[in-house]
C-alpha cells in the first residue's frame, strides 16, 4: 500500500481485514517495523479516538510520531496555483508538504468538511494537494468526504461479530442538533458494498447520499421497514448532500431505540462516536449487549496499526 | 496499586516512601516495567510541572505516553445517567473513559476545581466518573479538592531533608491576588498526618479547611506561634471552603518573611510552585538555602515514577 | 558544546559543518546517544517545520523529546528581579527555569521578537535568563534576534551545493504584507560570515541591520547590481531595525524574479519558508532547478541533529 485516501488505495479488502485480525490477537508482532521510521499526524481539526489510537498504533508498531495541531484557523495554507500571496495565507501547500514529508515516513491528515461550498469540499483539495505534493504516504484521518479509516475499523468489526457469511447491515440517519459531513456515512456505504454486504440505507427524504458513495445499496425511507432481520444496524447523522450542508430535519422518531432494534435479528447497534444519547439512541441500547461501539473505538487502534503495517512494508522495499 | 486518586489508595505508605528513595538514586532502574504499555495523559486544566514530570518519569519507564489537551472548555462531557443529550455535550463520560481506557494502560487526569459550587466540587466527578468507568487505572493529576502527587512529593522531600523522626510540619496560608483550590493544602494535610509528622495549619479565620483533610492536625490563627520551632514551612494559598471559592484576604502580614523564618528551628521553606514572589513569600526566603522548592519541584518525577512503578507493576501480574 | 544560543557558542564552526554533512549520510548513526537523556521544546511562539525538525532529530538519536507549547500570551513569567509579583505574572523565570533543567538534558526554546521596543528584544531577555537560570543546556530554537539553527541549516546546503570554495552569498530584502523580526537575516549574515563567504547584503534604505550583525560584509542598495554573479542569492523580509519594527517599504520590485536571478553566476536560490509566493519571489524561481528552499528546509534535521549530538557529547563527560 502507498498512500490510504480511500478505499480505492485497498488493492486487496479481505486480506487487510486478515491483517487487521492478526495483529488484534498479537498486538506487538511488527513492532521492528516501525525502527528508525517516524509519522507526523496531523489535526486541523480536534480529534480524541483518532489522535489516541492513531499513536497507540505507532506505539505497538516502534514507531515513533510528532502531533501537528494546526486547527482550521491557525495554518493559512494557499492551495490555489499562481496566487500572488499577500492576504492571510502564509504559506503554499507545495512548500508546506515537501517539507513535512521530507522529514517523516508517513504523513497522516484530518481536514473536515467545511460544510460551505460542496463542490470544494468533495474535490478535496487538502488530502488530494498533499497526495500530490508530500513525497511520503499520506493516510486520511478524516477528510472532507470521507473517513475511512473508520469504515475499516468497522468492517473489521463486523467480521469479528458476524453470524452468517453475508450479514444484513442498516446504516440508519439518526438526528443530531448540529449540521455533520457525511464523511463517515460516505465510507461506511463504500467498504460495505466493497465487502460484499447486503447493505441497505435508511434516512428522511433529502438525506440521500451522493451516488458515488450509495452505489448499488438498498435505499428504504422507512426505517422500521429497514430494520427488519437486520444483522447490524449501524446509526449516524450527517447533514443534506442534497442542499449542501443544512440540517432537514431533527425528527426524534427517527432515534435508535430498543424497541426498533427488536425488528432486527438479535441485530448488534453501531455507531463511531461520540454519540448523543438519547439523540442518536436510547440508552437501553447502548447499555445492553447488542451495543458494539465500544467494541469499535477500540478497533481504532487496529485499523490504524493494519494500514501502517502495509504502508512501512511497502517502504522496506 | 491500582488507581491513585487520593492516599486512600496507599496501602502501605512508607513501603512507597522506600520505593520512592530507591528510584531516585537510580532512576532508569525499571525501564523495562513500561515496555510494550502506554500511558495517556488528559490536561483539562493548564500544566507545566505536572505535564513534563510526568512525561519524564514515564521515559525513565520506558513507558509510551500520550499527551491530550482538552481543556475545560473543549471537551464538553456529559456525567449524568438518562440526560437527552441535545445541547452542548457532545459526549458522554461512560464511552469516553470506556475508549481511552481501552487504548492505554494507564490514563492520568487534570480536572481542576471551579469553584462555583462546593458540592459539586466535593463530589470529584469526574476523578470518581473516570474511575467507574475507564477499565485501566486511573492516576489524580490535580482534582477539585486534592493533588496527591504534588503531597507525595512533598513527603519525599521532607524525608530527605529531615533531620528528626518526627519532624514539625507547619502548613501556612499566604497571600494571593486570586481564588485558588484547596487541592494542595487538602492533599498535604492528609499525607502529613498520615505519615504521622507533626502537623500544624495556620490561617486566617474562615480559612479552615474541610474537616477531612484538617483531621487531628493542631490549628492555629497566629501565624508567628504557628512557625516556631518548625522543621518544615509549607506556604500555599487557598481560597475559602466555608465561604466557598471566595477571597477573604489578601493580608500582606501573611506572606513568609525571613524574620518569620528566624522564628524556626532554621526551618525549611516550601511551595509546590509556581509561587509568586514577594507575595506569597520574600525573595531572601526562596532564594536561600532554607528553600527547597526546586528539590521539590524536582521529586515530581520520583513521585509520579513510584506511583507508575507500582500501578505497573499491578498490571503484570 | 555546552548551549547554542548564537554563533559565539560555536568553537569550531568547519568541524560543526563537518559533522552536519557526515550525520546527513547516515542519520541513525548517533542512536545511542540520547539513550536515558531526554529534551523539552517550549514554544512561546508557533512553530512548523523547527518543531517538527527538532522532533525527527531526537528520534534519529534515540532522544525522547516532550513538547511545552506556552503561547506568548499563556505563560506570562516574570523576569525582573525583587518585584511584587501581584499582577498577571504567575510565575518567575527563576524557578522556571531551574524546574525544567532539572527534569531534561536539553531545553530548546523559541520566543520570538514583540517588536515594539528595540532594547527589550536585543537584550534577548528570555534566552539570556534561560541560560542563566537553567542548569541544562539551552538551544535557541529562534529568539527576537537571531535564528542560529536556521543559518547553520543554511551554511550547510550552501557547503553540499557550492561549485567554488568561497562563494559569493547575496542575502537580499524581500517585500512582505507584515511586520517581520530580523532574526534570520541577523544570523544568515552572521554566520557567512564566519564561513568566511563573500557576503553582499542588499536592501531598501533604512532597512539596514544591526552594525554587529552586518559586520564587513557589503550592503548594496542596488539589488540588481548585488545579484550579478552570485552564487546563492538568499531572499528573506526584515522590518526596520532603525525605525523598529516598521514597515517602511512593500515596493514589488523588489520581489527576486526570474529575471533577476539570470544576472546571477546560474546562481541558486534561498529561502527559510515559509515564503510568500508571488510576493517574495516569482512561482518560476521556487518551481526551477534553481530553488533549493526544499533542500534547505530538509537540513533543518540535520543543524537540529547535529547540535544535539555536540551538547550531548558534552553531557557523557
Redesign the interface.
Known sequence: MNSFLSIKDVENLPGLVKDALEIKKNP?MY?ELGR?R?M?LIFLN?S??T???S??AA?NLGL?T?V?D?GSQ??KL?FE???????DK???I???A???G???DVVAIRAFAKLEDRAEDYSEQVMESFKKYCPAPVINMESSTGHPLQAFTDLITIEEYKTVERPKVVLTWAPH?KALPQAVANSFSRWMLEAEFDLTVTHPEGYELVDEAVGNAKVEYDQQKAFKDADFVYAKNWSSYHEYGKVLSTDPSWMVTSKKMSLTKNGKFMHC???????IVE?TV??SDQSL??QQ??NR?ISMQTVLKNILEGLKK
Chains 1, 2, 3 share one sequence.
Open positions: 506487538n513492532k528508525n517516524s507526523c480536534p480524541l479516538r489522535r489516541l489510537s499513536q497507540k506505539f515513533n510528532a501537528l494546526v491557525g495554518w494557499e496555483d499562481g496566487i500572488v500571496m499577500d492576504g502564509a504559506e503554499h507545495k512548500e508546506a515537501a517539507v513535512i521530507s522529514y517523516f442538533p462516536l461520540p454519540v448523543r444519547r438519547n439523540v440508552d447502548l447499555d461501539v465500544i473505538a477500540a487502534v
